[in-house]
């Protein structure tokens, strides 16, 4: 679909104007794609948000058909994850799943309350290493899955092209500083997507990746508990301290004095 076609020639003000709109829609929609996949814990706001905004990005490029899929190359792969870097995906993915680890470890410090003060602090350790590795590992798996999606849907020229924009002046100062961007550079942002079709390729992918994150939501959740369950008991077991969160050993044997 090349969106230079949407109008013709005299309404070149209105399609501009869809244009801009559009940026507007991809720049808020990406932010959201690359944090929700790093949620320990179930947001429903931020599942909503996403929904919304990428909802709102289908009906204005029209992206029914999924762009089709074909094995991903090294070179495509490459490319991808520059275009990852430019967005700082591992970075905002590492700032949400922060901020679930605190949520989170004050839940867990209610538990070991009732410890002896030295298993505590043996506790908190257990507990923070088992969750910065299944974190770790989840990340990894989501760049390496997004990687793949977006590389077995868009060419080398469509990367080249993503990347080369996100390089220039204008295209940084939109993620980095949106604010110093005047009307007149988001102008030529809009007619440089309106020239170039990998950008609307670029947005229908985007589209298409994020509603599978959401669908796989629950799924992607109980895989990264189950992991982070196992790291925990794990540490757990190897300084043979024994609490409710792993039902499997609480019973098992005594505790080790204080």
Same mark, same amino acid.
């Given at each position: ?39 320990? &814990? ?8 996403? +929904?919304?905004?990428? %909802? *709102?990005?289908?009906? !204005? $490029? #029209? /992206? ?42 004050? &839940? ?8 002896? +003060?030295?298993?505590? %602090? *043996?506790?908190?350790? !257990? $507990? #923070? /290493? ?57 102008? *030529? ?70």
């Amino acid at each position: 679909m090349q969106l230079g076609r949407l109008a013709p020639r005299g309404g070149a003000t209105q399609a501009k104007r869809k244009t801009l709109r559009m940026i507007a829609l991809v720049q808020a929609g990406l932010a959201l794609m690359l944090a929700y996949p790093a949620h320990a &814990q179930d947001d429903p706001a931020m599942s909503n948000k996403t +929904a919304s905004a990428f %909802a *709102q990005l289908g009906q !204005a $490029f #029209s /992206t029914s058909a999924e762009t089709t899929a074909t094995p991903p190359t090294p070179e495509r792969l490459r490319l991808v994850h520059q275009y990852l870097v430019q967005y700082k995906a591992e970075a905002a993915m590492k700032a949400v799943g922060q901020a679930a680890y605190s949520q989170t470890l004050e &839940q867990f410090k209610t538990k070991a309350a009732a410890l002896p +003060a030295r298993q505590q %602090a *043996q506790a908190l350790t !257990a $507990f #923070s /290493t088992a969750f910065e590795s299944a974190e770790a590992a989840r990340i990894r798996i989501t760049l390496d899955g997004m990687a793949t999606y977006f590389a077995s849907r868009l060419s080398e020229d469509d990367l080249k092209t993503v990347i080369a924009w996100n390089d220039s002046d204008i295209g940084h100062r939109m993620r980095e500083q949106p604010l110093t961007v005047t009307q007149e550079e988001r102008q *030529q942002a809009g007619q440089f997507t309106l020239d170039h079709p990998a950008m609307i390729r670029l947005v229908q992918v985007s589209v298409g990746y994020s509603k599978q994150v959401l669908a796989n939501a629950p799924s992607a959740k109980a895989a990264f508990q189950a992991d982070f369950q196992s790291r925990l008991c794990q540490n757990f077991s190897a300084i043979q301290l024994r609490m409710s969160t792993c039902p499997a050993t609480a019973t098992h044997a005594r505790r080790r004095p204080a």
